[in-house]
C-alpha cells in the first residue's frame, strides 16, 4: 500500500512565526510532491509543487524535499492567521494512469494572533 | 469562467434516487479525476480520465457511474446510493506531462444520502 503520512495536529503557531509541517512517503518511486491548502468546507488549493531534492521557495512558502529519507517539508514564514487551514501533502500515484495523486491526510495549522 | 467548475454544490439524495455531478474545466488540460474526501480520511482517487478515456477505476462501488464525453466535461451517475456515500466529491484536472501532474481542484460537491 503506497502511503503518504502527515501528523494531523492541530499545529498550533504564534502570528509571525514560522510554521514547520511535515510528510513521509512510502513509494520510492514517486517523483513529483505537492503541498495543497485547504479551508474549512472549500477544495484543495495548489500552493506548492517540487520535483528535485532540496529546497524550493515561493513568497513565503519553502518546500523542501530529500528523496534519500523519503521526506518533504513546508515552511511558512511570518505566518499570518489567514494561513490557518489543513495542510494535504501527496505525491504522484504510479498508478496505472501514471498521473493521479496519492494525498496524506493533512495537518491542520492553527495561527494564533 | 476560469478553472475547474462543479455543480451542484450541495445534493441530498434519498437512497433510491438517480442523480449526476457535473465537472468543467477550463483549461485546456487533458486528464480529468473524481476524489472522494470523507471526514478523517485521506482524498480517495475514485477515476482518471485521459484524454477522454478511463484510465483507472479505484474499485469503486457500480453504483457510481463516470462519463467523460470530452476532455473538457466530466460527469459522475450515482444510482442507490448509501449513507456511508456522503461525503465531498471533487472533480480535478491536469495536463499529463512526464515530470509534473499538478492538479487543480473544483470547489466540490457536498453530498448527503438520507
Known amino acids: 500500500q503506497k502511503e503518504v503520512e502527515q501528523n494531523s495536529g492541530p499545529l498550533s503557531v504564534p502570528e509571525g512565526a514560522i510554521a514547520s509541517l511535515n510528510c513521509t512517503y512510502s513509494d520510492r518511486v514517486s517523483q513529483s510532491f505537492f503541498w495543497y491548502r485547504q479551508y474549512s468546507g472549500k477544495s484543495p488549493e495548489l500552493i506548492m509543487s517540487i520535483y528535485s531534492n532540496g529546497d524550493k521557495e515561493d513568497g513565503r512558502f519553502t518546500a523542501q524535499l530529500n528523496k534519500a529519507s523519503q521526506y518533504v517539508s513546508l515552511l511558512i514564514r511570518d505566518s499570518q492567521p489567514s494561513d490557518s487551514a489543513t495542510y494535504l501533502c501527496a505525491s504522484d500515484a504510479n498508478s496505472n494512469s501514471g498521473y493521479a495523486l496519492n494525498f496524506g491526510k493533512g495537518t491542520s495549522l492553527l495561527v494564533t494572533p | 469562467e476560469t478553472g475547474v467548475t462543479q455543480t451542484p454544490r450541495h445534493l441530498v439524495m434519498g437512497m433510491t434516487n438517480k442523480k449526476s455531478l457535473k465537472c468543467e474545466q477550463h483549461l485546456g488540460h487533458n486528464a480529468m479525476y473524481w476524489y472522494k474526501q470523507s471526514a478523517k480520511k485521506p482524498l480517495e482517487l475514485m477515476f482518471v480520465y485521459n484524454f477522454k478515456e478511463q484510465t483507472e477505476n479505484n474499485s469503486v462501488p457500480s453504483r457510481f457511474s463516470p462519463e467523460c464525453p470530452n476532455s473538457s466535461h466530466l460527469f459522475l451517475h450515482l444510482h442507490t446510493l448509501q449513507p456511508e456515500d456522503s461525503a465531498l466529491y471533487l472533480c480535478?484536472?491536469?495536463?499529463?506531462?512526464?515530470?509534473?501532474?499538478?492538479?487543480?481542484f473544483g470547489q466540490g460537491t457536498r453530498l448527503t444520502v438520507v
Open positions: 480535478a484536472s491536469s495536463q499529463e506531462v512526464v515530470g509534473t501532474t499538478e492538479a487543480f
